[in-house]
């Protein structure tokens, strides 16, 4: 089973970006999918996360109104639609798969797959 996201890059703050995550090797029926960061010197972080039938979504409170998760099961896509970007949300962000109860849908532990990460740098 393989994700691979893609998607990052050099933004300005208060632009935009989509990340894309491709999933693989494998059936994802009824896995969770969810995205996360790491920043520099920082624990990997929650970021999103949406069920296998598309809700309910959960979103880290950072980034709650400014982020979107979404995906597509018959193409085995998960997106991440980023708006309003700031410094704060430069960091490797990475896509995973599990098949967490909803206790535990913002854990690192609850998400079996991993994909290899995407950057995204905020810059001026």
């Known amino acids: 089973v393989l994700l691979q996201a893609s998607g990052g890059g050099l933004v300005q703050p208060g632009g935009s970006l989509r990340l894309s995550c491709a999933a693989s090797?494998?059936?994802?029926?009824?896995?969770?999918m969810a995205w996360f960061r790491q920043a520099p010197g920082k624990e990997r972080e929650f970021v999103a996360t949406?069920?296998?039938?598309?809700?309910?979504?959960y979103y880290a409170d950072s980034v709650k109104g400014r982020f979107t998760i979404s995906r597509d099961n018959a193409k085995n896509m998960v997106y991440l639609q980023m708006i309003s970007l700031n410094i704060e949300d430069m960091a490797v962000y990475y896509c995973?798969?599990?098949?967490?109860?909803?206790?535990?849908?913002?854990?690192?532990?609850?998400?079996?797959?991993w994909g290899q990460g995407t950057l995204v740098t905020v810059s001026s």
């Open positions: 949406i069920r296998w039938s598309g809700g309910p979504t």
């Open positions: 995973a798969a599990g098949r967490p109860i909803t206790s535990t849908m913002r854990l690192r532990e609850a998400y079996n797959y």
């Open positions: 090797g494998g059936t994802f029926s009824g896995y969770a």
